[in-house]
Nanobody
Framework: QLQASGGGLVQAGGSLRLSCAAS????????MAWFRQAPGKEREFVSA????????YYGDSAKGRFTISRENDKNAMYLQMNSLKPEDTAVYFC???????????????????????WGQGTQVTVSS
């Protein structure tokens, strides 16, 4: 089970930190990721991280502004979002993959159906 939190309303240029807590059988998890979905748009890859936290990946919209991290002893993942823009407004979802190959492929890790479990989403709204 995944629980995402930390969303809210922020002005452009501000920051937010999203959290995702994983419960249950975490030993089978190989990677975690953040996606986002704005109204009327497809779900978009934001960032991913290997379960051990050694490898991180970012979508174009996140590079240079967002930082993904893990906290192993809490089975948690975070997304620090800085310099937020109105176009970052979306529902942010966390997801996990139990496949050893998902994160190894740029195409696979950016594809929502590559992930096995999803959290409920947390709304991020950036005002101009």
């Amino acid at each position: 089970q995944l629980q995402a939190s930390g969303g809210g309303l922020v002005q452009a240029g501000g920051s937010l930190r999203l959290s995702c807590a994983a419960s249950g059988r975490s030993s089978s998890i190989y990677g975690m990721a953040w996606f986002r979905q704005a109204p009327g748009k497809e779900r978009e890859f934001v960032s991913a991280i290997s379960w051990g936290g050694r490898n991180t990946y970012y979508g174009d919209s996140a590079k240079g502004r967002f930082t993904i991290s893990r906290e192993n002893d809490k089975n948690a993942m975070y997304l620090q979002m800085n310099s937020l823009k109105p176009e970052d407004t979306a529902v942010y979802f966390c997801a996990v993959t139990v496949s050893t190959s998902t994160l190894l492929s740029s195409r696979a890790r950016s594809t929502p159906r590559s992930y096995d479990y999803w959290g409920q989403g947390t709304q991020v709204t950036v005002s101009s």
